[in-house]
């Protein structure tokens, strides 16, 4: 279980794909992830991995073929940037809302507008999944969590303050470039009861 206050940016060191196996391997600057260990649960943009191999200064995960093309993971390559963070816990205070590292879907870039020290991005929003963001609501995209500002012509907006901007990889991405999706758990159970009564 995450927060989606992620830790900070990381790189892509390594992507080897072999028949159905799949890893990765992310560095990160010193003191980033400074307790990582080898069974650890940590989110790669969004997505819920599990370190297998650990170093100094780096990770290596496996993904199954179905996590890697469902997700951003298949057009990354070399020294792109990813978002990480560890997983909660329970001790701590809990900040951002509850991500599962689960990704929804890949979404698209439709609009980006600089207002002040913010950047305005807006999103297509996929037809299944329409009735899980609203205004107000809370998205996590590329596993950085957002309050939806606005919903309109299937589309949808979020605001980036400049600690985002520094610590993570969506002030870079433009019109057209997709992210990792996943939508607040709490409304998904509330779809699917409310389906359940029509």
């Known amino acids: 279980m995450f927060s989606g206050v992620v830790a900070g940016k990381a790189k892509i060191a390594e992507i080897n794909k072999k028949d159905e196996t799949i890893t990765m391997t992310v560095t990160f600057p010193t003191g980033l992830l400074s307790d990582i260990k080898i069974g650890d649960s940590i989110a790669v943009n969004g997505t819920c991995l599990t370190a297998e191999k650990v170093e100094p200064n780096e990770f290596q995960v496996t993904m199954m073929p179905q996590t890697f093309e469902k997700t951003t993971f298949k057009d990354l390559k070399v020294n792109d940037d990813v978002n990480v963070e560890q997983a909660m816990k329970a001790d701590?205070?809990?900040?951002?809302?509850?991500?599962?590292?689960?990704?929804?879907?890949?979404?698209?870039?439709?609009?980006?507008?600089?207002?002040?020290?913010?950047?305005?991005?807006?999103?297509?929003?996929?037809?299944?999944?329409?009735k899980q963001i609203v205004p107000q609501g809370s998205v996590a995209l590329n596993g950085v969590s957002l309050t939806v500002m606005d919903v309109?012509?299937?589309?949808?907006?979020?605001?980036?303050?400049?600690?985002?901007?520094?610590?993570?990889?969506?002030?870079?991405?433009?019109?057209?470039d997709e992210v990792n999706l996943e939508t607040d758990i709490l409304g998904k159970y509330v779809q699917k009861n409310l389906s359940k009564e029509n």
């Open 92 to 130: 701590s205070r809990f900040e951002g809302h509850i991500v599962t590292g689960h990704v929804d879907d890949v979404i698209h870039i439709t609009d980006r507008h600089i207002n002040e020290n913010a950047i305005e991005l807006w999103f297509s929003i996929p037809n299944h999944l329409d």
């Open 152 to 176: 309109k012509d299937n589309k949808f907006s979020v605001g980036l303050i400049p600690h985002t901007q520094d610590e993570t990889n969506l002030s870079s991405l433009k019109a057209g």
